[in-house]
């Protein structure tokens, strides 16, 4: 199993930026493992934002394109979203997730270690 840590989460007027960090530690960890960014909010499902493989291939939700930007250090196993433009519906829990292969996923059920989420709040 893997263990997710993330960081990083607050609250910030819109069009501020914050960036999110997870790192991965434990035993199942290795150089393989995709890692990906999901948000929920309240009442809503849970929603992939940007996934990326230790190749630096990345995948983002539309919704997300052109503002947030997704990064890996495999030395570290560890993952940062940095997000840009923040708005208001931005605001939810953010959740790390990892999976032990290259293939890059935005679905939920493609994931089997999540971390515990950081929040994140935009006022307008």
């Known amino acids: 199993q893997v263990q997710l840590v993330e960081s990083g989460g607050g609250s910030v007027q819109a069009g501020g930026s914050l960036r999110l960090s997870c790192a991965a530690s434990?035993?199942?960890?290795?150089?393989?493992?995709?890692m990906a960014w999901f948000r929920q909010a309240p009442g809503k499902e849970r929603e992939g934002v940007a996934a990326?493989?230790?190749?630096?291939?990345?995948t983002y939700a539309n919704f997300v394109k052109g503002r947030f930007t997704i990064s890996k250090d495999n030395a570290k196993n560890t993952v940062h979203l940095e997000m840009n433009s923040l708005k208001p519906e931005d605001t939810a829990t953010y959740y790390c997730?990892?999976?032990?292969?290259?293939?890059?996923?935005?679905?939920?059920?493609?994931?089997?270690?999540w971390g515990q989420g950081t929040q994140v709040t935009v006022s307008s």
């Open positions: 434990g035993t199942a960890t290795d150089n393989n493992m995709s």
């Open positions: 997730a990892a999976q032990s292969t290259t293939i890059l996923s935005l679905l939920r059920e493609s994931y089997r270690d």
């Open positions: 990326i493989n230790r190749y630096q291939s990345t």
